[in-house]
T-cell receptor, first 112, second 113 residues
């Protein structure tokens, strides 16, 4: 599996935007970029995914670099409920039932 | 829509005892995953099923861990005998083909004393 690199922790203030970076320099052409987050004492939950173009949904936006070697998850207005560990994961669409492999993620702290 | 159900939520056992966890995935989901999450770490995939067949069990400690998914629906994960280092949260997830999301249960917190 191609590897991702994320900062261990980040801090933000409530109602401000948050940009969570992820580096994936060894990404292959068939890898999708997925983001999950894990709230305290909960299982992980899906946030967003993309291949090449930037993506938006009700939870977040995903900005993908032109060379696809990095991406950024954007929370437009952080709330206290967004405090969680955020995982950036690569998944190969050519592999049927491919692994969903988690790294260590980024612990996001949101200050009131 | 009902989510992924796991039971029990908590379990405390002594080392060398056996324990089993149960998972009922979302109806219709062919893929089922079991993860182990040690405190402070990301979830580690133990085994992945596609229907009732094993797709990946390369990280399952087969000398003590076993899992089955009869009839391609619910699944059980067993540890026998348990060790202190097995203390962790065991997460079950279903769905999650590459272009779709995986849904996780709340997990079973196992403490081995």
């Amino acid at each position: 599996d191609a590897k991702t690199t994320q900062p261990n922790s980040m801090e933000s203030n409530e109602e401000e935007p948050v940009h969570l970076p992820c580096n994936h320099s060894t990404i292959s052409g068939t890898d999708y970029i997925h983001w999950y987050r894990q709230l305290p004492s909960q299982g992980p939950e899906y946030v967003i995914h993309g291949l090449t173009s930037n993506v938006n949904n009700r939870m977040a936006s995903l900005a993908i670099a032109e060379d696809r070697k990095s991406s950024t998850l954007i929370l437009h207005r952080a709330t206290l409920r967004d405090a969680a560990v955020y995982y950036c994961i690569l998944r190969d669409w050519e592999t049927s039932g491919s692994r969903l492999t988690f790294g260590e993620g980024t612990q996001l702290t949101v200050n009131p | 829509e009902a989510g992924v159900a796991q039971s029990p939520r908590y379990k405390i056992i002594e080392k060398r005892q056996s324990v089993a966890f149960w998972c009922n995935p979302i109806s219709g989901h062919a893929t089922l995953y079991w993860y182990q999450q040690i405190l402070g770490q990301g979830p580690k995939l133990l085994i992945q099923f596609q229907n009732n067949g094993v797709v990946d069990d390369s990280q399952l400690p087969k000398d003590r861990f076993s899992a089955e998914r009869l009839k391609g629906v619910d699944s059980t994960l067993k540890i026998q005998p348990a060790k202190l280092e097995d203390s962790a949260v065991y997460l079950c997830a279903s769905g999650g083909q590459v272009l779709t999301e995986a849904f996780f249960g709340q997990g079973t917190r196992l403490t081995v004393v």
